[in-house]
């Protein structure tokens, strides 16, 4: 088993189990010396989620802690873009109070960051809604929420795969 630290749309566990089946939540965490950034270049066009990589002790990326299979992981590989735009390296993970189970104590887990950053764009507002439904599941304090909802973000404009993606939580 691998601990996999989700900090974007994959924090909703609806959407990841979408994506590789059944994973457990081992909890909440944070990741120091990063901030949240919507500024990956997805391949759809429009922005994704990247825990930046500043140094600064200050700033600091929420997320939850899932353990998945190897399967699962290449299956995640997949639909991430490891490659394409996103990496993966093992990073220190703390713990943190929230409403649900934080982690216990400092873990090692894989993250994906992003390697192909445009700045001007934004994420679709299904995305968005999945960062913000992985944050409330999570029990993320309001401040850091807010920050979540206070990104811009654009309609797409493929009504089908807006679609598709808001279903998921009517299953």
């Not at 590789?20 to 500024?39: A, E």
């Not at 394409?84 to 894989?110: D, F, H, N, T, W």
């Not at 304090?141 to 909802?149: A, F, H, Q, S």
Request: aromatic share 10%; with cysteine; hydrophobic share 35%.
């Amino acid at each position: 088993m691998l601990n996999y630290f989700a900090y974007g749309s994959n924090m909703s566990l609806a959407r990841l189990q979408e994506r590789v089946c059944r994973v457990r939540i081992l909890g909440t965490g944070m990741l120091r010396g990063y901030l949240l950034k919507f500024h990956k270049k997805g391949m759809d066009g429009s922005a994704k989620c990247d825990a930046f990589y500043t140094g600064n002790p200050d700033h600091y990326v929420l997320g939850r802690v899932f353990a998945i299979n190897e399967q699962q992981k290449i299956l995640l590989d997949r639909v991430e873009g490891l490659g394409k735009g996103y990496c993966e390296k093992m990073v220190e993970i703390l713990p943190v109070c929230s409403l649900s189970a934080p982690v216990q104590g400092r873990q090692k887990a894989s993250i994906y960051y992003a390697t192909d950053i445009d700045e001007s764009l934004k994420p679709f507002s299904w995305y968005k809604n999945h960062v913000l439904q992985g944050g409330r599941e999570a029990g993320f304090d309001c401040d850091y929420m807010r920050l979540i909802e206070q990104t811009a973000a654009i309609e797409d404009p493929d009504l089908s795969r807006e679609a598709q993606q808001t279903a998921v939580y009517r299953r």
